[in-house]
């Protein structure tokens, strides 16, 4: 019998191909993985830490949906340890991601439960819909401001683990702290690509933040479609400097342009300037630099220049 060819060599190249083709999958994972969980070199959102401490990094869809659930509450006039508790029930039940999925029918930032009488499917998933649920829930909860915010969190969520909200706490007050303006300037995006293919512009931006915020953020002529200066790029945001709410100006400001920028890759924001400070899309890796403004008037009204 004639002795037949090895089928080593072919063997050996095959093995060799199946392991280059794992590895290059992994290393497409890997960076995808790092894209969709703000790794190094994907576009991210940074919270400055007041007390020293490292600073917080989330992505640009968590700082969009961060933003919205805070700027539902201050449509509601609650206070921030609301936002507090609304963060950091987010973190834990969803990543602060609005998600199509979760435990049974769960679904969205909170993981609300249409069979629960949560809204629809739908609704819920419309993360100012799903916010203003959770605090409609909160505000019904006696006190809720003084209790530990595992408790509170509890007696909305009915939670199977009601202590795991705790570990959150720290980061969703800092996160707070930035996104209702107590932390100037304390958060800032790096630029990133369009969440989606709508289109974005000026109109967009008046349309979500009466939206989230409510019809008084943008009083009079403000809300109107129309913006020379900004050849309809821009949107002008008056900010109260006197009456019983001047004290609170500067706060009201911050909130407002920390909003913008959570939401910059969403609504294709090129520019955000309040206080004499500017946020640009295009040097996003500086953060916020000093520019004065152009009167003394322009300084107190927050300025968004879009690239539509």
Known sequence: MSAQPSSSPFRARRWRTAAAVAVLLGLVGYLVVQYVTGGPGAPHCTVRAEDGSDDYE???????NAATISAVASSRGLPERAVTIALATAMQESGLRNIEFGDRDSVGLFQQRPSQDWGTVQQI???VYAAGEFYRHLEKVPGYSRLPLTVAAQKVQHSGFPQAYAKHEANAARLTGALTGRYQDAMTCTESGPVNAQAGGAAQVREK???EFGRQVLPG????????????RGVTIPVRQSGPAAGEAPRRGWELATWAVAHSAELRIEQISYAGRTWRAADSGKGWQAKPAASPAAAHDVRIITAQ
């Open 125 to 127: 998933m419309d993360p």
């Open 58 to 64: 989330l992505s640009p869809e968590q700082a969009a």
């Open 209 to 211: 933040l009466v939206r």
């Open 221 to 232: 002529a403000a809300a109107g479609a129309g913006d020379a200066a900004g050849q309809g």
